[in-house]
C-alpha cells in the first residue's frame, strides 16, 4: 500500500468518523423530539450500527480495497472527536430546526385542508340538511293539504260505489288497499 493510499484512506476515515457522529446525533434528536417508545430504541440503535457498518465498510473498500490498518481506527476515531468538539452543536440545532420547519409545514398543510376542503364540505352538508328539512316539511304539507281538499271527493266517490262494492268479490289484497286508504281519509272526531 503506499503513502498514498494510506493518507487517503486516513482522510476517508475521518470523514468516515465524522459521517457517524452526524448520523448519531440525527437519530438521537429525531428519537427525543418524536417522542418514541422506549422500545424502538433498540430498533434506531440496530439500525444506526447496520448503517454505520455499510458506510465504513463502502468507504474503507472505496479507498484501500478493504484492508484495516491501525490508521483506520485513528482516523475513525479522529473524526468522531473532531465532529463532537466542533460540528455537533451545529448539526443537533440544525436538526432541531428542521424538525420544527416540518411540524410548522405540516400545520400549516393541515390548517388549509380544514379551511379549503373539510370546512366546506360541511358546509354543504350542514346546508343540504336545512334545505332537505325544508323541502320535506313543504312535501308534507302540501301532501296533507292535497289529502285535505281530495276527502270531500274520496267520500262522495265511496258514497256512490259503497253499493257497488258490496256485491263485488274483491281480491284480499284490494281489501287491504282500500281499508288502508279508508283509514287515511278517516276523520277523527276529537
Known amino acids: 500500500m503506499t503513502l498514498h493510499v494510506q493518507f ?16 448519531y446525533d440525527i437519530f438521537r434528536v429525531l428519537y427525543q423530539e418524536l417522542r418514541l417508545p422506549r422500545w424502538s430504541l433498540m430498533v434506531i440503535d440496530t439500525v444506526y450500527w447496520i448503517v454505520a457498518t455499510i458506510l465504513i465498510f463502502r468507504l474503507l473498500y472505496q479507498s484501500n480495497h478493504g484492508q484495516i490498518r491501525l490508521f483506520v481506527f485513528i482516523g475513525l476515531v479522529a ?35 380544514e379551511i379549503f376542503i373539510i370546512a366546506p364540505v360541511v358546509g354543504l352538508y350542514r346546508a343540504s340538511v336545512v334545505i332537505w328539512g325544508i323541502l320535506c316539511a ?29 256485491f263485488i268479490k274483491m281480491p284480499v289484497f ?17
Open 8 to 23: 487517503m484512506t486516513l482522510f476517508m476515515m475521518f470523514c468516515g468518523g465524522m459521517a457517524l457522529g452526524s448520523i
Open 79 to 113: 473524526g468522531v472527536i473532531v465532529y463532537y468538539f466542533i460540528f455537533s452543536r451545529l448539526v443537533v440545532r440544525t436538526i432541531e430546526l428542521l424538525i420544527q420547519a416540518v411540524k410548522w409545514l405540516y400545520k400549516l398543510c393541515v390548517r388549509v385542508v
Open 138 to 166: 313543504i312535501a308534507i304539507f302540501l301532501g296533507k293539504t292535497v289529502l285535505q281538499l281530495l276527502y270531500p271527493f274520496w267520500r262522495f266517490f265511496m258514497w256512490i260505489t259503497r253499493p257497488m262494492i258490496r
Open 174 to 190: 284490494v281489501k287491504r288497499v282500500v281499508g288502508w286508504v279508508r283509514s287515511r281519509f278517516r276523520r277523527k272526531d276529537t
